[in-house]
């Protein structure tokens, strides 16, 4: 993670123990019980015939979702942007120059029709300069790629991702949106299951619920090193108070397990015990947000602490604090139960050193 996520995520204060995510109650109930295709489809029909932004309006969606210490929050650049009208492309001749409105899935693979054309969750305000040199080509890996410029983040290249080395010239995002643009993807595979599979390119097809065997694998690779981050909540939430839809690989990640990844067989089931739900039961405190080498609560608790795939990876009873010292950065689920009253609650932690 880079300094300015961090500094986003030092932002956030000890909170109530209350939804992170807050789509309207039983906004995915439909879905519950299902996986692979069947539950990509469920979710299709709850999320499709979102209210459509115009692409002229996607401007003003940005000042609410892609905005950090009042600059445009870039993922193509290190540059600084005002959000107002003055650094929007325009011409543009170096990195730098201006900012403008990346397609992360390239318009001319579905035509440019709507409304792909203006989905928020796909389109990010990025560097007008690297966003030209990334064109049309698909995200990937590559070794000793070449730099786009001074300030800018991501690199072209051969693909040299293990096993999927003929889709030729890539591009490279910076680590720190991977994941992000991962769980983009699964959006639009899943708001587009109906026409996505068309859009070919290597990446989208018939072979795994809308997406290729070289999409799955690395899109779940990067998913899976680089969890969600309070700026994909934080943005998630701001589009969706526009588009009135969601991005459900933000609001609950083990979904792509469930769809295309190792739980394909089992049912989603956001209530079973270490799956990512949050419930607002009971009244508890956690700090620091986000966590370092300690979780401190505001009265004993018994704690159990899951991974993103649901795995228990730390646990402890009847006490006022948790030792995370031996826990990778990254996202996780933290489960209370209060010794008191015996009440139970979850919460989405992030550790980060």
């Not at 929050?73 to 942007?81: A, E, G, H, P």
């Not at 397609?103 to 440019?112: I, K, L, R």
């Not at 018994?302 to 990254?330: C, F, H, K, R």
Request: glycine share 6%.
């Amino acid at each position: 993670m880079k300094k300015r996520l961090l500094s986003s995520l030092m932002l956030l204060f000890a909170i109530a123990l209350t939804a992170i995510a807050s789509e309207p109650q039983g906004y995915y109930t439909s879905a519950y019980n299902l996986s692979n295709d069947s539950l990509r489809q469920a979710l299709y029909n709850i999320i499709k015939d979102h209210t459509v932004v115009s692409y002229a309006n996607l401007y003003n969606v940005y000042q609410t979702s892609d905005v950090l210490n009042g600059e445009i929050w870039d993922i193509y650049s290190t540059c600084s942007f005002s959000p107002g009208t003055a650094d929007r492309c325009g011409n543009y001749v170096t990195v730098c120059d201006c900012y403008n409105r990346e397609h992360t899935v390239p318009q001319s693979w579905f035509n440019s029709a709507a409304p792909m054309n203006s989905d928020a969750f796909h389109i990010y305000p990025t560097d007008g300069k690297v966003n030209g040199q990334r064109s049309n080509y698909p995200y990937g890996e590559c070794a000793n790629g070449t730099s786009l410029g001074s300030h800018a983040l991501g690199r072209l290249g051969t693909s040299t991702f293990t096993g999927y080395t003929s889709v030729g010239t890539v591009f490279e995002p910076d680590d720190e949106y991977k994941g992000d643009l991962a769980r983009t993807y699964f959006y639009m595979a899943t708001r587009y299951a109906n026409i996505c599979s068309s859009w070919g390119h290597n990446v989208f097809s018939t072979a795994h619920n809308g997406l290729s065997d070289y999409s799955v694998a690395l899109l779940m690779k990067w998913h899976r090193e680089d969890p969600v981050s309070q700026k994909e909540i934080d943005r998630n939430e701001a589009i969706y108070a526009h588009q009135h839809n969601r991005n459900p690989f933000i609001d609950y990640p083990e979904l792509a397990e469930h769809i295309w990844g190792n739980k394909t067989t089992v049912n989603w089931d956001p209530t079973a015990t270490g799956n990512i739900v949050v419930e607002d039961v009971v009244n508890i405190t956690i700090s620091p947000i986000p966590a370092t080498n300690e979780v401190v609560f505001s009265e004993p608790v018994d704690y159990t602490i899951y991974a993103i795939d649901g795995t228990n990876v730390l646990q402890g009873e009847n006490t006022s604090n948790a030792n995370v010292a031996t826990l990778p950065e990254g996202f996780y689920i933290i489960r209370l139960t209060t010794t008191q009253s015996n009440k139970e609650c979850q919460q989405k932690l992030i550790i980060k050193r």
